[in-house]
């Protein structure tokens, strides 16, 4: 890796440690002081998003003041060296005030062409951060450091397929992912940006969703990409804006599933 | 608790550490030679099922050789003490080969009149046991220990409700169950056994599924009535040999989900 990629790895893994000293003792205490931010329905925010993504935002502000930010809980901040990074602070926050540790901290990097160079999504109660980008991918945790790599699973028949949500955006988007489902070995739902990391570590095929915002995806698509996986929309074009997305462990897999989904 | 008490206690866990000798050398491994048990259907099986049900029965046979068992695995053994352990060694057998960390161990104890009178709830990637008896339940884990409590909710409206599939049973069963859902604040899916470790915790409030055998309720009953939850049947008949199970935090919560199922 060049210095100036090593610098953001190290960034990155600065700001996931700084986002968990704010997580962290905040998760699975009684009183989260969960604000509702959908009106009419029930879209969670707690002060462990907000205090997060300012912890990240610090060490950003502190060692990369020239590139830019997308968060989600604090908007755009403009940068002039043509790297965006796109943060999540808590992705998961339903599961978060759920006691289930599959929420996670996303912080993904992109170039000035906006493909993603660099992820990190961190599971801070298990301790295991998925890291990936120009080099190999890997995950540490306090089991140790091993390296990430996608199985490879090339035939819907065998594969395990998971998403977060049961019913996927409108009906004609839930009736596709049946599709996918129906033809699946297994299907597993819930996982938020855990079943993203599960994918670049080997022990699922497929993850199917729709509706995600850039900061959904940024950073699990640089760490599966850099296990040697695949991550576009339905359609096949760009996955790093968000909306409807597909990761696969293997070309088979991905042409299978998108032929399903179309 | 009485001698006999503290032996059932230290029985369970003696059987459970022999069971995560057998389970976690295997979780994530790429090999899991999954077995399907389900004709047109996926029901696996591992070795690391049968392997931890045979370590829990070596343990039962040396220090238990009076009480009954009737394990998922290897069915019923008769006994003559009144007492019978009824043993789930994998459960979430679909979680395990997909590397998510919400599969159990699970051992329960029932009396003479068939009531679960001690329960664990083993999750041995995380180090979590959630214990319930006739004494306080308690949580193990690699944190320390502390005990086990639900919370207070008593509206619908401030619930948060798990299950483990989100196609439940029969279309009737799916559409009652849709019915508590959109009550509920927030419905979470897909975590196995850990959903009703969660709610003896304190984390969530409701768990309801269909479809259940005894072995996989009995342990987690134990923990949950321990912990002062209600766990019954939909109807609000006995829940001990599976079926139909609802498991609340509190009585209000209990009845308001109850009248819903009907």
Known sequence: MTDEADDI???????????????????????????????GGFDPVTEADRAAERAIRAVLARRRPDDAIV????????????????????DGTRAFISGIPSWGT????????????????DQPWTGERFEGGRGPARLTSPRGETPLGVRGT??????????TFPELG???????FRRVSARARLTRYGLDCYAYALLAAGHVDLVIESGLQAYDIVAPMAVILAAGGIVTAWDGG????????IA????ELHRAAMELLA
């Open 106 to 121: 996303l912080i993904g990097v992109t170039g000035a062409d906006g493909m993603p160079i660099h992820g990190l999504v």
């Open 170 to 176: 409108g009906p004609g988007e839930a009736e596709a």
């Open 9 to 39: 790895a190290a960034t990155a893994r600065e700001a996931a440690d700084a986002a968990r000293a704010e997580t962290l003792p905040r998760f699975r205490t009684r009183d989260l002081g969960a604000d509702n931010k959908l009106e």
């Open 71 to 90: 968060g989600e809980e604090y908007g755009p901040t403009p940068g002039r060296s043509g790297l965006t990074w796109v943060l999540d602070p808590v």
């Open 238 to 245: 760009p996955a790093q804006g968000g909306g409807r997305v």
């Open 154 to 163: 090339t035939a819907l028949a065998d594969a395990t397929l998971m998403t």
């Open 248 to 251: 696969a462990a293997t070309p």
